[in-house]
């Protein structure tokens, strides 16, 4: 969950349509348009990167007439389906998804039951991954694989696909090195998550 107080704003003299603010926007709502970049401010969470990283200086915060809040209520969708999908990623609906936002992994799969099928779907209806996006970014993508999505970042976007999880390794890395007991702490992770939510689907 996150409440957006300011939105980007461009100065259409200094814009020179790089493209950089469109590829880092992690809502989606920066595009270039006939070389000029333009701001949905309707999907706009905030997060400044494209002031940030304009080489130009042509982007700006400003405030917003009415704050924006970007949640969705995990108790608006069928809670055995929530629990299955996160099981699916080896997650805990109580799981912290985004540090920075204090996002659960139970509001991110409510946002995909609700149709989000996009990392900037989840962000515009979240606030998810709208701060520093590294953390969450591979748990979202985790999510919205186990719920058969299939993703392709889009063209020079910033996507970061990085899957470092206990369930992710090879099983041929987990054989390389059986010093680090890595098949045992996943048994071990396996047994602790049934026995805390033993009716987990």
Known sequence: MRKVHLMAQVDQNKCVGDRT?????????????????????????????????????????VPRTQPILLMVDPAGVDQGELRKLCRKAHLDP?????????????????????????????S???GVRTAC???CMALIQELLRAYGVELTPPK?????NVDVGLWNLPDE???KY????LEEARRRLQASMDKASPNRE
Request: hydrophobic share 40%; net charge neutral.
């Open 21 to 61: 603010c469109e590829n880092v926007c992690p809502a989606g709502a920066i595009r270039v348009i006939e070389k000029k970049a333009v701001v949905d401010s309707g999907k706009c969470a905030a997060c400044l990167r494209c002031m940030d990283i304009c080489p130009e200086g042509a982007i700006q915060a």
């Open 94 to 122: 109580e799981d912290v998804i985004c540090p920075c936002t204090l996002t659960k992994a139970s509001e991110v799969a409510a946002a995909i039951l609700k149709g989000a099928r996009t990392p900037e779907d989840i």
């Open 124 to 126: 515009r209806m979240s």
């Open 133 to 135: 996006g590294i953390w």
């Open 156 to 160: 020079g976007f910033h996507w970061y």
């Open 173 to 175: 890395v987990v054989r």
């Open 178 to 181: 059986p010093e680090y007991r």
